[in-house]
């Protein structure tokens, strides 16, 4: 029982963070960039929310297939928001189009895909449809990778720790989704705790970032 009061707090209390710094951020959103970003992280409170409901002992179908789309909605999102920043018309538009297709093709194959029950000891983790795994990556991969590069980009031209902490907290939140598979399914609760730790420590002095994107 105390495995799952502690998986139960943990995911209270990271979509409590998670939502409050959603909140400043759409409050505060004055870029195409934030907005994103905004939208990527209310995103990833939902699915902390849908990991509070698996903990307390509550699984269907239609909520774990809404979860594994929303955990790649919230790589997508904040990929979306990075690639703003580049300025260029022609990434962005290729970056939105692929991105459609991409989210299409995996709602198709969570729509026809039979997931079982993924939940061990209150946690998501198990193994998925090979569909599910390759329209996931799909969208996730692609994703990944322009956080870093952009992520990169901007911390050079900036020098600024606090973008260090957006760039840390951004790859930890895109890649905790996938972390059920990791071999003890808690880390991805800890990922969740600290990326959100690390995007708060940015975030929070973020109308000074934003007003240069």
């Known amino acids: 029982m105390l495995e799952k009061e502690i998986v139960e707090l943990s995911t209270i209390v990271i979509f409590a963070l998670s939502a409050v710094l959603a909140f400043y951020l759409t409050v505060n959103g004055r870029s195409i960039s934030t907005r994103f970003w905004s939208s990527g992280m209310w995103m990833f409170a939902l699915g902390v929310f849908l990991e509070v409901i698996f903990a307390y002992g509550i699984y269907s179908q239609f909520l774990i297939k809404l979860y594994l789309l929303v955990v790649a909605l919230v790589v997508e999102l904040l990929a979306m928001g990075s690639i703003n920043l580049t300025g260029k018309r022609v990434l962005i538009v290729a970056y939105y189009a692929y991105s459609v297709v991409s989210t299409l093709s995996l709602v198709l194959s969570l729509v026809y895909s039979d997931i079982g029950n993924i939940i061990t000891n209150f946690v998501v983790y198990g193994s998925l449809p090979v569909s599910v795994v390759v329209t996931s ?77």
């Open 137 to 213: 990556s799909i969208v996730t991969f692609p994703a990944a990778a322009i956080l870093i590069a952009v992520a990169a980009i901007s911390y050079r031209k900036k020098h600024s720790y606090k973008m260090l902490s957006i760039i840390a907290g951004t790859l930890i939140v895109s890649v905790a989704g996938t972390l059920y598979i990791a071999q003890f399914p808690a880390f991805l609760y800890y990922a969740e705790f600290f990326g959100v730790l690390f995007l708060w420590l940015g975030f929070f002095d973020f109308r000074k970032f934003s007003s240069h994107s």
